[in-house]
């Protein structure tokens, strides 16, 4: 119980020894705080500052996450680094920009007047998409699998991807531009002539007001 209640109980041999020093001890109220409620939406602000001060990595430093070792997923990258490095320089010198967009989670990208040209899906395991927007019927698919010479899955040796199909596409579907897909993955493959000759041709017609004759 209580110390006053067993300083007055009558047969309890500490009660005069406990009345005593009870007589001797300094009281005082406890004083309680109140505490006053949060302010209404105050830690809706907090949250919200706070996830403004917090930057997403890709948008903190996306060239090292678009360049790092692991894929978002967690998987290694076993593309090569440096073939996306080239076709951004490729691209960025066809059109004579300082460098790209690489604040975003997925792609890199290249564009003019709010449309990106050139992009690079970099989430993948066994490859970095490259892609081209280009004037329509510029390019041909046979022509393109031709000059880029670029090998299949399947010949390649010591790596576990298959597939027998060319690794460039051209998709001929938009009413605008014919969109060019390469399923990078060496950096050698992308710094040939005609891989050049390819990304120049494609983005030099794209920012010019006149046309350009198919090859």
């Not at 073939?83 to 564009?111: H, K, M, N, Q, S």
Request: net charge negative; charged share 30%; proline share 7%.
């Amino acid at each position: 119980g209580r110390p006053e209640d067993v300083a007055q109980a009558s047969d309890s041999a500490t009660a005069p020894f406990l009345s005593e020093a009870l007589a001797r001890s300094h009281r005082e109220e406890l004083a309680v705080k109140e505490i006053a409620p949060p302010q209404r939406g105050g830690h809706r602000e907090a949250l919200e500052a706070l996830a403004e001060d917090a930057r997403r990595p890709w948008e903190a430093d996306g060239r090292a996450w678009h360049l790092s070792e692991t894929t978002p997923g967690g998987d290694p990258r076993e593309w090569e680094p440096a073939a996306l490095e080239a076709f951004i320089g490729l691209a960025a010198d066809a059109l004579e920009a300082p460098d790209a967009d690489w604040a975003d989670r997925r792609y890199v990208t290249l564009g003019r007047n709010g449309d990106w040209l050139a992009r690079a899906c970099t989430d993948q395991r066994w490859d970095v998409r490259l892609q081209i927007r280009a004037p329509k019927g510029i390019f041909d698919q046979a022509t393109l699998e031709r000059q880029l010479a670029l090998p299949t899955w399947d010949e390649i040796e010591g790596l576990p991807r298959y597939g027998r199909g060319p690794r460039v596409r051209l998709h001929t579907r938009s009413r605008d531009y014919d969109l060019i897909t390469v399923w990078g993955f060496y950096e050698h493959e992308v710094r040939t002539a005609a891989f050049q000759r390819m990304v120049v041709r494609a983005l030099a017609a794209a920012t010019m007001d006149g046309e350009v004759a198919p090859e």
